[in-house]
């Protein structure tokens, strides 16, 4: 039984004296389950498990909301996920003080991509409402979403490109938001400074590469584009300039011919770190930027500690010396934001990216 409190019918309580939690409601009855791919344990396909059972996502901070998942997509990343890359890494990101003890991921939610509505706010969350049409991708250490509902955090959701439907929208977010921190966050370039600069796109035919053509496109700089034969039209069609087949002949040769870049984006790895830097130009403050590391291996082979020191000094080691030869080299990672995606959204509703 419910009784008004005294200060004007503004507190809202039980007669046993109990003030009612706060819930999210999607039906008449509150929802304790609902429908999701899960893995149990890692391993190969086999391990993933579709279950009506999962655990409903509940609001733990004043700044996260409910989605209603209109559609997801899967991501390499998903996959290597599914075999357990990275595990040492996100459980320590899951419970870093190791208050949890016992407990484990499982079952776990793959899927970092989703476009869908908002069904639930936190107490602090004002940018959004109940029924704004979002999208978002949620970091790795989050449960993903292969399912109906996923919960965020507000500063990880935007508002979807209007142009776009859900399917469409939900292919972007990972892809984006990695090409924008590669390029943007952390090689510094952006709408201002990159008129005329040469850029280099390694493995410009995946998600990441397509999206960083279109996007350094966008902001007027020339593209040189590396793919198969088989996607160079595709390419071309996003705005390449040059597109470099490297399968033709030995690629290093290949880019030789070409003037010297202002920048590299490599989404390949491999022995190509060691002779791309030679085709930035020089004390010019050029700089390669490389998305393949070995960060996550490192702390699943060698634990967090000597994973995290084996990380430091191979990257500072390799800054250091490539430094000394007048250019820089960064590693570059996925960083989930909302602002970033608030941008992206911009240039997908002008036209200048993402053209379906």
């Not at 149990?40 to 409903?56: A, I």
């Not at 990972?174 to 966050?185: I, R």
């Not at 403050?285 to 702390?299: D, E, H, K, R, S």
């Amino acid at each position: 039984m419910l009784s008004w409190g005294a200060a004007g019918g503004r507190a809202l309580r039980w007669a046993n004296g109990r003030v009612p939690t706060r819930g999210f409601r999607a039906s008449p009855r509150a929802r304790i389950a609902m429908p999701s791919w899960v893995i149990d344990r890692y391993g190969s396909n086999e391990v993933l498990r579709f279950t009506r059972e999962m655990m409903f996502p509940i609001i733990h901070f004043p700044n996260e909301v409910i989605i209603k998942v209109h559609a997801a997509s899967l991501n390499p990343i998903d996959l290597s996920m599914r075999s357990g890359y990275g595990a040492t890494a996100l459980n320590m990101k899951r419970d870093p003080l190791k208050l949890k003890a016992g407990e484990t991921e499982f079952p776990l939610t793959l899927g970092r991509d989703v476009s869908g509505v908002v069904m639930e706010c936190g107490l602090g969350v004002s940018y959004f409402k109940p029924g704004d049409e979002v999208w978002a991708a949620i970091p790795p250490w989050k449960q993903g979403t292969l399912s109906e509902f996923v919960v965020a955090s507000g500063n990880e959701v935007s508002f979807k490109p209007k142009c776009l439907s859900h399917t469409e929208a939900a292919a972007l977010p990972y892809v984006g938001l990695t090409a924008w921190s590669a390029l943007n966050q952390v090689g510094g370039l952006n709408q201002s400074n990159c008129s005329g600069k040469r850029i280099l796109i390694l493995g410009a035919s995946g998600g990441v590469g397509t999206f960083a053509v279109q996007l350094m496109k966008a902001w007027d700089a020339h593209v040189t584009a590396v793919c198969s034969h088989d996607a160079s039209t595709l390419v071309k069609k996003l705005g390449a300039d040059d597109v470099i087949d490297y399968k033709s002949g030995n690629l290093e040769e290949q880019l030789k011919t070409l003037p010297l870049f202002d920048f590299i984006l490599d989404n390949v790895g491999g022995s190509t770190e060691k002779w791309a830097l030679d085709l930035l130009k020089k004390w010019s403050g050029a700089t390669y930027v490389t998305l393949v590391t070995p960060f996550l291996i490192n702390m699943d082979r060698l634990g967090v500690a000597d994973g995290m020191l084996q990380t430091g000094v191979t990257v500072g080691s390799k800054t250091l010396k490539h430094l000394l030869k007048g250019v820089h080299y960064r590693w570059a990672f996925f960083m989930p934001s909302g602002p970033s995606l608030d941008e992206i959204a911009e240039l997908v509703d002008s036209g200048k990216c993402c053209r379906f």
